[in-house]
């Protein structure tokens, strides 16, 4: 079974860099399409990024396209994304995620039935 666990997370002043790590456990884990979405308060999720199980394929929401970047290393089982420019508005608890399906299905489906979650990791952008 493939688990995820976020990390990165933090409080950054607007215009600074985070970036997130996703480890992922699990004899399947290098084939499945990872993840990265978020819920910022009082809002529902949404989807930021997703890549594919070899890393060749790249998803993101139009919303951050440009400032963050999402990658995999899948000898160390871990997908990151890489957060510029940040602000305010991306100030969110950001949750990674992991499918069998492809990383379009994954920024295309009801997140709800994808198959692993993260607890989710909060990033905070101050003005």
């Known amino acids: 079974q493939v688990q995820v666990v976020e990390s990165g997370g933090g409080l950054v002043q607007a215009g600074g860099s985070l970036r997130l790590s996703c480890a992922a456990s699990?004899?399947?884990?290098?084939?499945?399409?990872m993840g990265w979405f978020r819920q910022a308060p009082g809002k529902e999720r949404e989807f930021v990024a997703a890549?594919?199980?070899?890393?060749?394929?790249?998803y993101y929401a139009d919303s951050i396209k440009g400032r963050f970047t999402i990658s995999r290393d899948n000898a160390k089982n871990t997908v990151y994304l890489q957060l510029t420019s940040l602000k305010p508005e991306d100030t969110a608890v950001y949750y990674c995620?992991?499918?069998?399906?492809?990383?379009?299905?994954?920024?295309?489906?009801?997140?709800?039935?994808?198959?692993?979650w993260g607890q989710g990791t909060l990033v905070t952008v101050s003005p």
């Open positions: 699990g004899r399947l884990a290098n084939y499945y399409a």
């Open positions: 890549i594919s199980w070899s890393g060749g394929g790249t």
């Open positions: 995620a992991a499918d069998p399906r492809s990383a379009q299905a994954m920024a295309l489906v009801d997140d709800r039935n994808l198959e692993v």
